[in-house]
Structures are given as C-alpha cells and as structure tokens.
C-alpha cells in the first residue's frame, strides 16, 4: 500500500477486496498490514474487508478480526441479513475495523439490491467458535489455507465443474 503514495497521504476509508472466492493473500490479513492501513486512516476512518468464509464456525474471518483488534480500537463483524440459512456453509462477512464504533446495529442498503446488514457481536462469535480455534495473524504466520479448510471441500461438491483433474500418465 505505501508504494507511490505521499508519506502523508490519509484516507477516510480503505477497502480491502483483494480476496478471490477462497484465494485470500496471506501478507494482507496480517497484523502487520493491519497496522499500515490504520497508520494511514484519517480519524473516524474506516478498514473495510469484505470476507468470504464458513457461516457456522468462520475460522478465518474471526481469526483476522481478532489481528485487526490489536491494530483498531473497533473492530466489527457483518452479515446479510437474508444470508443467514441453515443451508449454507460460506457466506460473505463485511468486516469494519475503525477507532470508533458504527453507530447503528443495521445498515440497509439505499441503492442497487434491497439488502440488510446486522452486526454480530464479535465476543460472542469468538466464543461460539472457540479462541483456541483462532490465529493471530503475522507476517510470520498467516496460514490461512488451513483456516478456511471447510470452504474449499464444500465449493469442490458444489461445483464438480472447478474441481481439480487428476491425469494418469
């Protein structure tokens, strides 16, 4: 990120969106880039992730929400209101982390699709998932393929079209 930006430069919002589907890239969930957005922040500015991962036991996603906790003084976790079923196994998370916190428990969408966010207590989630199931996140150690381990299995029996081919020689 700080490459041919002024050494001044700050930001009301940084979206962070790199992330293809299940192909997440390690160096920019870490504690480390964490602390270089919020270096750049404007006061009352916000990191925005959008985050696919498991809806039952989201590994990753709390993993990296509780990295952003030692960068951010708020971190918060959101879902789509209609996304939550009992049938999905992955869905997607808008993750804020900010130096205060949003003041609404819903945010509806005014333009395209008709949506409702909720926020989900972050405290609460981890607890449901376990801490001990949770990663601090570094640039020594992220490793993220192992924490989204069910999303994968699932995406490859839902799409038998993306799954790899094996070829006897």
């Known amino acids: 990120m700080p490459q041919g930006l002024v050494d001044d430069a700050r930001f009301d919002a940084v979206f962070g969106d790199a992330f293809q589907d299940i192909s997440i890239p390690q160096h920019l969930v870490t504690h480390e880039f964490n602390e270089l957005v919020a270096s ?6 916000v990191y925005v992730l ?7 036991t989201p ?3 709390l993993s990296l ?4 906790n030692a960068a951010f003084r708020s971190v918060e976790l959101w879902i789509d209101r209609d996304n939550v079923l009992p049938i999905e196994i992955r869905t997607t998370w808008i ?8 003041p ?37 150690f992220a490793p993220v ?4 381990g069910p ?3 699932w995406l490859a029996q839902q799409r038998p079209d993306r799954r790899p081919t094996t070829h006897r020689v």
């Open 40 to 45: 750049r922040l404007k006061p009352g500015g």
């Open 50 to 56: 959008n985050v696919v991962d498991a809806l039952p």
């Open 145 to 148: 393929d192992r924490l989204l």
């Open 104 to 140: 609404s428990d819903t945010l509806e969408a005014e333009y395209g699709f008709g949506r409702e966010w909720v926020r989900l207590p972050l405290d609460r989630m981890i607890s449901a998932v376990g801490s001990d199931r949770l990663v601090f996140l570094t640039d020594d």
């Open 95 to 102: 993750v804020l982390a900010s130096d205060r916190e949003t």
């Open 151 to 153: 999303v994968p299995i």
């Open 59 to 61: 590994r990753f996603m």
């Open 65 to 68: 929400a509780q990295t952003l």
